[in-house]
């Protein structure tokens, strides 16, 4: 079992940063696929990106790319998100999840474990 929690959420102008953390409980993340998801005020959920638990394969949504850092912290047991350069297409809910191996999943639908979601506002 698996807890996830996200913060760093907030309201920030277009342009700005911020970063998203993840902490974990119960496992090592070492050993889990992680990713984040986001979902817009009336719209499906969508991927943002993964990191295998390799921590060596990364993916990003082509919408986020050059923009977004996924990284992770083995010892604090923690994920994050740098967000750079933000639009404010990128408002939504930030959702971090999680799955045990190392698959390479794009699709909500393959995570197992999922945080609550911290508030992301990006105004312009």
């Known amino acids: 079992q698996v807890t996830l929690v996200e913060s760093g959420g907030g309201l920030v102008q277009a342009g700005g940063s911020l970063r998203l953390s993840c902490a974990a409980s119960g496992r090592p993340l070492s050993t889990y696929t992680m990713a984040w998801f986001r979902q817009a005020s009336g719209k499906e959920r969508e991927f943002v990106v993964f990191?295998?638990?390799?921590?060596?394969?990364?993916y990003y949504t082509d919408s986020v790319q050059g923009r977004f850092t996924i990284s992770r912290d083995n010892a604090k047991n923690t994920m994050y998100l740098q967000m750079n350069s933000l639009k404010p297409e990128d408002t939504a809910v930030y959702y971090c999840a999680a799955v045990y191996g190392n698959p390479r999943n794009a699709r909500p639908r393959d995570y197992t474990y999922w945080g609550q979601g911290t508030q992301v506002t990006v105004s312009s």
């Open positions: 990191s295998a638990a390799t921590g060596i394969d990364t």
